[in-house]
């Protein structure tokens, strides 16, 4: 059971948040979907969050890239999650 959404820093879709992957090559992503269904794809590169190429969005379906936990997205540049975003019953 989710209570909330994650946390993004900058203007949003409030209808929309992010989702974090790292790809079996090991690259960071965040994909975010907005209400109307568009999807956003950014990699995280030398510590900075950039646009990815469109053809990325892709990489989240594939079995080898793994969705990060709440500890590893905590991690991460600029990625804040409030407590109340993470699942019952887990910890960071």
Sequence with gaps: MRLAE??????RDPGSAWEFFRTELGKTLRVEEDSEGAL?????????????????????????TQSLTPAEILRLPFARVRVR????????
Excluded: F, N
């Design 6 to 11: 994650p946390v993004v820093i900058g203007p």
């Design 40 to 64: 956003r794809v950014d990699m995280l590169k030398d510590g900075t969050w950039s646009q990815a190429p469109r053809g990325m969005i892709g990489l989240r379906l594939e079995h080898s």
């Design 85 to 92: 975003d993470l699942e019952m019953g887990q910890s960071l």
